[in-house]
């Protein structure tokens, strides 16, 4: 599968990382930090940094790519339907707390819920944000955790759990 990588943070870095562990053919990441875009060249892997992903050069850029499927880890944009209606697959999203947080900020409120268990989810990019159907979603215990960080902490290994799970789905299509 041809993939394009749309990432940041650490999060991001454990996605792309087991992409490349899975050796899947990475054509090209789109990096909105230096944590992902380091990764990226170390790997010798294409980077494409844009002003925005949903501007025209930016659409026709990744329409060229012939991408099966891009995946998005800690994006910084909403991608628009030009963008969504590219890859073959399909767009996809790493996001925690899925079941029960989309949007912003889910661990905030996670934990301001004084909730006992996180969990990273992916689902299919639409229009509307995190309301796309959700293809896999893995849960942890949290109890204890006081920050975000430490939630962070418990979460970055299913992140990478979570996006083998959605690609196995994927795949069996």
């Not at 792309?16 to 380091?38: G, H, M, Q, S, Y």
């Not at 026709?60 to 628009?80: A, F, M, Q, S, T």
């Not at 955790?145 to 290994?157: D, M, P, S």
Request: net charge positive; with cysteine.
């Amino acid at each position: 599968m041809n993939i394009i990588f749309y990432g940041a943070r650490q999060a991001g870095v454990f996605c792309l990382l087991t992409l490349l562990a899975l050796r899947e053919n990475v054509v090209c990441v789109i990096p909105n930090d230096n944590f992902v875009k380091t990764i990226a060249k170390k790997f010798n892997l294409e980077i494409f940094e844009p002003n925005s992903i949903n501007d025209k050069n930016s659409i026709k850029y990744i329409k060229n790519l012939n991408p099966d499927v891009l995946i998005c880890c800690h994006g910084r944009e909403i991608l628009n339907e030009n963008i969504l209606n590219i890859p073959r697959f399909g767009c996809i999203n790493l996001h925690p707390c899925l079941y029960k947080y989309k949007g912003a900020n889910p661990i905030r409120r996670l934990l301001r819920d004084e909730e006992t268990r996180a969990s990273v989810g992916v689902h299919y990019m639409i229009k509307e944000v995190d309301k796309g159907e959700t293809i896999t979603e893995n849960f942890v215990n949290i109890k204890g955790c006081k920050t975000e960080e430490e939630v962070y902490n418990k979460l970055y290994l299913y992140y990478s759990i979570t996006l083998i799970d959605a690609l196995k789905k994927i795949k069996s299509k």
